[in-house]
């Protein structure tokens, strides 16, 4: 069933990963969650299993999505958040059941509610919204310099220099449409060397 939608962008930041299930923002939109079912799915793969999804749990999680879109999209501009996507994230943090606990390797895990709900999982994807767009992880938001994307995205590597949300998808694309531009100049006006042999 899954096979007819489109594959699922999944990065290494929870926050921004949700909100590429919308792409190409500026091009022709790509809905990569269009039905409960499939943000079920998206929750699952992303470590956050849920129980159920109603189409009102998949309208509410589109409006985090939307939120934190906006708000990174701002933070990335270095602009005074917007107050209405702020509250969202505020509300979905506080929504749901969702605890961190410890593991015993020392590690920060979620824990949803006994039977896990779209909202035990919207608090999670809000926490981690918050502590990006409050500075406590360590990164860099920034915007995909793709024309048709424009995503926001968070920079974690090492010189905070990365100019795409995705290698594999805007980044291999700008590439490739530099060097099908490229390829004309090079044929037109050249002279073609001459060997001994000629």
Known sequence: MSAR???????????????????ERRGVAVERI???SRLRDWLAVSGLPVESC???????????RESIHAAATAGARREP???????????????GRAAAVLTPEGHRRWQLGST?????????????????LSGARDGRLALCTSPTCRAA????????????CDMNTC??????????????ERGRGSVQPTTAAE
């Open 5 to 23: 939608f489109p594959d699922f962008r999944l990065g290494k930041v929870l926050a921004t990963s949700f909100t590429a299930t919308l792409t």
């Open 34 to 36: 269009p039905t409960p």
């Open 54 to 64: 109603s189409h009102a749990q998949l309208d509410r999680a589109r409006e985090l």
């Open 81 to 95: 958040l917007p107050a209405p996507a702020v509250r969202i994230i505020n509300d979905c943090s506080t929504q």
């Open 116 to 132: 896990p709900s779209v909202e035990d999982a919207l608090v999670v994807i809000a926490a981690d919204a918050i502590g990006i």
């Open 153 to 164: 995205f968070f920079d974690t590597s090492q010189s905070r220099t990365r100019r795409w």
């Open 171 to 184: 980044g291999n694309r700008q590439k490739k449409a530099r060097l099908q531009a490229a390829r004309p």
